[in-house]
């Protein structure tokens, strides 16, 4: 049993990406399917659907992006707040990431949301992820 799903699926997208797959699957639940509706709002992946199982069970199908000359567009995807330490910080402290390159996934008391939403709703919370 996988205690933490978010780094789960963190980890199958890196891995998925250095192989140079086109799907991975992801097991489900309502924070990471947050976490990857924003990847792909930013351009980090091309597409993601939910899929039932009997059993009602749920997975999470997702297309990876590459580059037209086949490199990847996920360089580095870091799992941030972990079970044994979270992480919190204010919403001055996530303004940017890698020049605005990147970016940082929050979860706050107005959902999760990347760090740039976050700075412009003025709201803080634990620290997720990182990407770029």
Partial sequence: MVNDLVADALTRIRNASMRKLEVTELLHSNLVEAVIKIFQEKGY???????????????????????????????????????????????????????????IIVSTSKGVLSNDVAFKEKVGGEVICSIW
């Fill in 45 to 103: 992946i091309d597409s993601y659907n939910v899929v039932e199982h009997e059993g009602n069970k749920k997975t999470i199908k997702v297309v990876l992006k590459y580059s037209d000359d086949g490199s990847q567009v996920i360089n580095e995807v870091k799992k941030i707040s972990k079970p044994g330490r979270r992480v919190y910080k204010g919403y001055q402290d996530i303004k940017r990431f890698k020049n605005g390159y990147g970016t």
